[in-house]
């Protein structure tokens, strides 16, 4: 679907409701009518599937962006000292949430994990603020298939001396991510799981 800017009184429901329910909801609405595809695809996984999912059209989306920073600041523990992310997926969740968080009064910076170390200057993987050894780091990701893209982003931020216990993804396919996860020790929580948003998307296509 193409996007369209929506008036300023619709646009303006994003920013000044305190409900995080509604704002659930205009979430997953977006998510049925810019992100979700039927048809024949195959994912990044190399699996095969009848449906797929462009996070990147909500996730860069103005109304899209506030609300998922919104949502996801209120499932981070208090303690959290950085989110961080896999480029390029994730780049877009982890900015808004650390926008959101200087106006919600408790700024968190955001982090992004490279795939491949940078080829100049200081080579680095993770890009930045510095933060203290042992910082409590969430990851943050868009779409969960297996999981195995977070956990390049959990390896590296481990590896440059932070704690990380937690994933949490917009949406969940449920193929296998949150049971890989679990087995990693990492927590995991999902914005939505795929059948609800399939759910949506079939009420919407009919009304």
Not at 8 to 33: E, I, K
């Amino acid at each position: 679907m193409t996007y369209q800017a929506e008036s300023l009184t619709n646009s303006s429901v994003w920013a000044a409701t305190s409900d995080l329910v509604t704002l659930r909801q205009h979430l997953l609405d977006l998510f049925c009518q810019l992100a979700y595809q039927e048809g024949d695809f195959v994912l990044s996984s190399g699996q095969p599937s009848s449906y797929y999912i462009n996070g990147k059209q909500v996730t860069l989306h103005p109304q899209g962006a506030l609300a998922i920073g919104r949502i996801l600041l209120s499932l981070l523990s208090l303690d959290t000292q950085a989110v961080a992310g896999l480029t390029l997926g994730a780049d877009p969740i982890v900015t808004a949430v650390s926008v959101v968080s200087t106006y919600e009064n408790r700024p968190i910076p955001a982090l992004i994990v490279r795939k491949e170390a940078k080829g100049h200057g200081t080579k680095a993987y993770i890009e930045g603020p510095s933060l203290p050894e042992g910082a409590k780091v969430v990851v943050l990701e868009d779409v969960v298939t297996t999981g195995q893209s977070a956990m390049k982003a959990v390896e590296r931020l481990r590896a440059a001396g932070y704690s990380v216990s937690q994933v949490i993804a917009l949406v969940d396919r449920q193929q296998g991510g949150a049971e890989f996860y679990q087995q990693a020790g990492l927590e995991f929580e999902a914005v939505f799981k795929i059948q609800e948003i399939q759910q949506r998307y079939r009420q919407l296509a009919k009304s």
